[in-house]
């Protein structure tokens, strides 16, 4: 999916249809979440011209979680700051992990939100 406006878009449209049958009662969550783990990544992409500009985007499911994944290729959020930066506080916020993992070729954000809520994921 293209690293831009109208890709987070489009995230957002194909994770309310998956919030509904698989985490009707964390949809919000999930969008807040996702919404700044991919306004992120097009920032960071925007920064480096020569990164790839697409943006990928994972979604899993079980019985007991949802993971989403999303990737980018710029060099994101340094992880030493996360506890500062307002969108990485929101993200951890509303997700029960919360992992970022910058490597040399793009960020990857992780999110988990427990499908029961009598599981201890934090």
């Known amino acids: 999916m293209p690293a831009c406006s109208a890709g987070v878009v489009a995230v957002r449209q194909a994770l309310a249809g998956v919030c509904e049958i698989v985490a009707p009662h964390r ?35 079980s019985h007991d979680a949802l ?22 506080s929101l993200m951890g916020a509303v997700a029960d992990q919360l992992t970022v993992v910058p490597s040399p070729g793009g960020t990857e954000t992780r999110l988990l939100f427990a499908l029961d809520t009598g599981t201890p994921f934090r």
């Open 27 to 61: 949809g919000d969550d999930v969008r807040i979440a996702v919404s700044e783990a991919c306004d992120n990544a097009v920032r960071f992409a925007r920064l480096n011209p020569l990164a790839d500009q697409e943006l990928d985007v994972e979604a899993r499911a």
């Open 67 to 88: 993971v989403l994944v999303v990737r980018g290729a710029g060099a994101g959020m340094p992880t030493e700051s996360l506890p500062r930066r307002l969108r990485a």
